[in-house]
């Protein structure tokens, strides 16, 4: 263990970390030789606490920036006021877990059990290299509302939060699809662009909540208070703008024309216009040729568009939040000001597309809205990001040779070039 100074955080190694697992997993056994896992102001950051029993350690004020949880037992444990940015707690049980003024942004939680988590607020942990570990509960920024605790983007789909206390938590851009938050606080906390289709929220105390932007899909808000709640803008089992039923023909035979049209130059079939549509429960688009597409301030929120050929396609404005476009060819296509939180670009094309005589259209996403959006192994070269927000955006392994990040926020974007 290191520990220069008495203000500094104590920094131990996996092989130290495993040892003190081992005694706390004896402890909980009631073995000789346990002792219980006090790991207070420790940097603990990267480490792997992955299937072992952590239930009732105490982290109290430490720095766990993407540390591995994964099914890990949890259960009663102490993580007051700690940094657990980018941190793994995908299936792990935290069961009357103490989150209080925690950081929990980009955290992954997916199919954790969060119930009679303990989400109020503390004071919130960040780490400064010059600073240390500062808990900012009097700061502007907190009084802001970014108290309580910080979820924003992260994945907690399934999640059981019965009865949790989340007070001006900040849930913004998470995805809580099929949570459990029965009986739960959420008084002053921020929801919005949040993912909540499915979701359960019966007999919450919902004053002062924000889901602007929300996915409402489906919701239970049975007997829930709703005192001065925003819903400006969100999405309900309710279409926004148009819907495919209005179309004579189904959707397979729309493109079949719109291919003709591309086959024909125009000559036979009909260019395909789905400008103003909400096209969330429109059949697969999986593969399909939709080269051309014109489609403005549509609404493809989830959807899987896996390989679909969506090359030089007309799309500003529209929301593809959620979305799957793996091994989708977009080049060329102009996703100018869409919001694109959490969307997967995975291997995707997005390179320019070139015509005859050496003319080309570059693939645009200028002042588009990426948080959390994944672009792993994807071709980008020369693509348009100017003015996007690519907060918590993934590049690793893209091709991003000549593409222009000018005036895109960046903050803790992982990019790193090809040479």
């Known amino acids: 263990m290191t520990k220069d100074k008495p203000d500094e955080l104590v920094v131990i190694t996996q092989g130290q970390l495993d040892d003190i697992i081992a005694k706390h997993e004896a402890f909980k056994g ?9 790991l207070l102001h420790h940097d603990l950051s990267g480490l792997n606490f992955g299937k072992h029993d952590l239930s009732n350690a105490d982290f109290s004020g430490s720095l766990l920036v993407g540390a591995n949880f994964e099914e890990t037992k949890l259960e009663c444990a102490v993580f007051y006021a700690c940094d657990l940015r980018k941190a793994n707690f995908r299936n792990a049980n935290m069961i009357r877990t103490d989150l209080r003024g925690a950081c929990l942004r980009g955290a992954i939680m997916a199919g954790a059990n969060l119930s009679e988590a303990d989400l109020r607020e503390g004071a919130y942990a960040t780490f400064d290299p010059d600073k240390g570990l500062t808990f900012a509960s009097d700061s502007a920024e907190w009084k802001k509302g970014t108290g309580g605790v910080d979820l924003r983007g992260a994945n907690l789909g399934s999640v059981k939060l019965c009865g949790a206390i989340a007070t001006n938590s900040n849930f913004e851009d998470a995805n809580l699809a099929k949570s459990t938050f029965v009986k739960g606080n959420l008084t002053g906390a921020n929801l919005a662009g949040a993912n909540l289709e499915g979701a359960d929220l019966s007999q919450c105390e919902m004053k002062d909540v924000s889901l602007r932007g929300a996915n409402l899909t489906g919701v239970l808000m049975d007997y829930s208070n709703l005192d001065n709640v925003d819903l400006s803008g969100a999405l309900t089992d309710q279409p926004t703008g148009h819907t495919l039923s209005e179309h004579e023909l ?24 789905l400008t103003d549509y909400d096209l969330r429960n429109a059949p697969s688009m999986v593969g399909a040729n939709m080269t051309m597409l014109v489609a403005e301030r549509a609404v493809w ?30 080049r060329g296509s102009n996703f100018n000001k869409c919001n694109m939180v959490s969307a997967k670009f995975t291997k995707a094309r997005l390179e320019p597309l070139f015509f005859d005589g050496n003319r080309l259209l ?18 980008l070269r020369d693509a348009d990001f100017s003015g996007a927000d690519l907060s918590f955006a993934n590049f690793t392994g893209a091709d991003t040779t000549g593409a222009d990040f000018s005036r895109a926020i960046m903050k803790d974007t992982v990019i790193r070039r090809l040479t």
């Open 250 to 273: 189904p959707l397979d035979q729309l493109i079949a024309l719109h291919q003709l049209w591309l086959k024909t130059q125009g000559d036979e079939g009909k260019k395909l216009d």
């Open 301 to 330: 929120y989830g959807l899987d568009l896996s390989q679909i050929n969506l090359q030089a396609a007309t799309l500003r404005s529209s929301d593809f939040r959620q979305c799957t476009m793996t091994h989708a060819d977009l």
């Open 30 to 38: 009631g073995r000789a030789n346990g002792a219980r896992a006090v």
């Open 362 to 379: 570059k693939t645009s996403f200028a002042e588009a809205n990426l948080r959390y959006s994944d672009f792993s192994g994807a071709v």
